[in-house]
Every structure is written in structure tokens, then in C-alpha cells.
């Protein structure tokens, strides 16, 4: 046939095809590239061409791996058990919607050759995870960025979920923006509320209608209790759910069978002692974001200080008894 393209093309081609369907496993002999030429190019080069345009690509620092069975890609810019770890984090990450989660997997998938995206079934559970339904996620942070980097001020509407599992605005915020990090599978924006004068956070996937603003952003430090700036790891483990009250001092009881759950929520903010056949930890965090944890881990865990922390969870679980007596 006619070719459809220059021959000049073929360096670049013969990469392509290496890429799409070789591998130490798939090994294509020179006959094999140059019926992929013809076939989805209309290339047509002499076998000897193919192989001084393999010697190119060895010369120009592209792992191409040659034996008896043929020549394959030897490595690529990511490991096919790389990129399952990605694809794992796509899907699992609730913030992404599953639109644009299916969109990433599908370019992940074309960083490899044709045999990995038929070990890679999960790509069609997508709609089956939990997910948000804000397709503004992406501007939302491309937003936050900018206005970082500029030190500018942002607007935005800030929603909730009804009962008919939609978001419905509740108010508009006007904030100056820190820092955003990403907290039990979900970004939140940290940053000054210009009303308020202090520090909050926000869910990313519960802003829509941002705007970037004219006016410059209020400086961290000159928020009251903020002048050292913030330690955004120590902030993320001091409010394992996000709470907005100020983080305290709180001491607990804890069984030994869960201190990988303590360093899972805490990290390196626990310090965590022997206390006979149990643990007795001590974090700084917030109160109402520990009364949750509490009750979460209930037949495992003993508050011990604050005192009044220790009597909210005392009326928690009377109002349960009450309930389930």
C-alpha cells in the first residue's frame, strides 16, 4: 500500500508501537513492527530500516531490550505495579468525581502497553464508590492555587447534602486562603474567614461558584493565636474529623490491641506510655472531634481529661442506653 505517512515518521512510530504492545513478555520480532507500520500507519519500511531505527532508539537512552524472540520496551516512565497503585487511589478517592475518575484511569491505563488494561477490571467499578457529584472540584483547586501564589482573596458558595442526596447551597463565604491538604480521602481548604477573623476549613468538594478577588489576602500570622503560622501536619492529626474548635490537651486509656489505630489517626502527635495491661495516650486535639473518636472506638478506649469531655461522652452513652434499653 501506499504509505499514508513520510517515512521520516517511523522513528517515532516504531517508538509508539514498542510502547503499545511490547514487553518483556510480548517481544515483536522486526516483521511484527513492520506489520504494525503498515497497518496503523501506512508505513512501509525494509526490515533493515526497522533496525537501524531500533539502534537509533537505544542510542537516543530509550530502554529497548533486543534477545532471540525479538526487541520489547525494557522500562517505562511508570512500573505497571505503580500504576495500579495510582489507579487504586483514583478510585478510591472520594473527592474525584467518577466521570472524571474513569477520564484519569483511562490515561493511566495509556501509560503502559495493551496487556495491562486487561489486568486492570476495577476501571469499570468506577460508579460503584462512593463519590462526589461536584464536577468543580479541579477548577475549585486550580482556583486556591492561584490565589496562594498571589496572595488574593477568594469567594465561593458553600454546600451541603439534603435528604435528596444533592448539594443545595447553604452561604456564601468571603476567605483568605493558606494551604489545602488532603484528610480522611478529602481535601479541605485551611484558611482565614474575613468575617470571623479566624482560622476555618472547607471541604473542596462542597464549594462551587468560586471566584478569585481583588483584594489581598489577610497575612496568617496577623490572625490572633496564629503569629508562629500553622504546622499543617500537626493541624491535620490534631482534628482527626475536621472539627473547627481549638485543639486541647486530652489523656485516654487505650487497649494495646489498637495502637495501630492511635498512629493511624494521630501519628507522631501521640505520645503514647505503658499503663499496666493497657496504654495511656496523650495528644493534643479537639475536643468535639475526640468525642466522635471516643465513641468510635468505645469498648476499647477511656477518656480520662478534660473532665468535661469525659462527661459529654458519660451523656452519650446514657442517651444510647435510653434508646436501646
Not at 140 to 163: H, L, M, P, V, W
Not at 244 to 271: C, H, M, Y
Not at 297 to 312: K, T
Request: net charge neutral; proline share 3%; charged share 30%.
Amino acid at each position: 500500500m501506499n504509505s499514508l505517512e513520510p517515512k521520516k515518521l517511523a522513528l517515532l512510530r516504531i517508538l509508539q508501537i514498542l510502547e503499545q504492545y511490547s514487553d518483556y513478555d510480548n517481544p515483536l520480532k522486526q516483521e511484527d513492527i513492520a506489520e504494525y507500520l503498515d497497518k496503523d500507519y501506512g508505513i512501509v519500511i525494509e526490515r533493515k530500516a526497522i533496525g537501524r531505527n531500533l539502534s537509533l532508539l537505544k542510542e537516543a537512552g530509550y530502554d529497548i531490550g533486543s534477545d532471540r524472540r525479538g526487541s520489547y520496551l525494557a522500562s517505562r516512565e511508570f512500573e505497571d505495579s505503580e500504576l495500579r497503585m495510582l489507579i487504586d487511589g483514583v478510585l478510591s478517592s472520594r473527592y474525584i468525581t467518577a466521570g472524571h475518575s474513569k477520564d484519569l484511569i483511562e490515561r493511566l491505563c495509556a501509560l503502559s502497553n495493551k496487556y495491562f488494561r486487561s489486568h486492570v477490571k476495577n476501571i469499570w467499578s468506577v460508579n460503584d464508590w462512593s463519590k462526589t457529584d461536584n464536577c468543580a472540584l479541579f477548577y475549585n483547586i486550580e482556583i486556591i492555587d492561584t490565589a496562594i501564589e498571589q496572595g488574593r482573596q477568594i469567594a465561593f458558595s458553600y454546600n451541603k447534602y439534603g435528604t435528596d442526596k444533592k448539594l443545595h447551597k447553604t452561604k456564601d463565604h468571603l476567605v483568605s486562603p493558606y494551604q489545602m491538604i488532603l484528610h480522611n480521602q478529602r481535601y479541605y481548604l485551611i484558611c482565614g474567614n474575613e468575617k470571623w477573623k479566624t482560622i476555618g476549613h472547607y471541604r473542596l468538594d462542597r464549594i462551587t461558584d468560586i471566584r478569585l478577588t481583588d483584594e489581598p489576602a489577610t497575612p496568617l500570622r496577623s490572625l490572633s493565636g496564629h503569629e508562629n503560622g500553622i504546622d499543617y501536619r500537626e493541624y491535620a492529626t490534631s482534628l482527626p474529623y475536621m472539627f473547627t474548635d481549638k485543639p486541647e490537651s486530652i489523656e485516654f486509656l487505650a487497649e494495646n490491641s489498637i495502637v495501630d489505630q492511635i498512629v493511624d489517626w494521630f501519628g507522631d502527635n501521640a505520645r503514647i506510655q505503658p499503663y499496666g495491661d493497657k496504654l495511656k495516650v496523650y495528644v493534643k486535639a479537639s475536643p468535639n472531634a475526640m468525642e466522635y473518636w471516643a465513641m468510635q472506638y468505645l469498648n476499647f478506649v477511656e477518656i480520662l481529661s478534660p473532665a468535661s469531655l469525659r462527661v459529654r461522652i458519660a451523656k452519650n452513652l446514657e442517651s444510647a442506653r435510653e434508646k436501646y434499653n
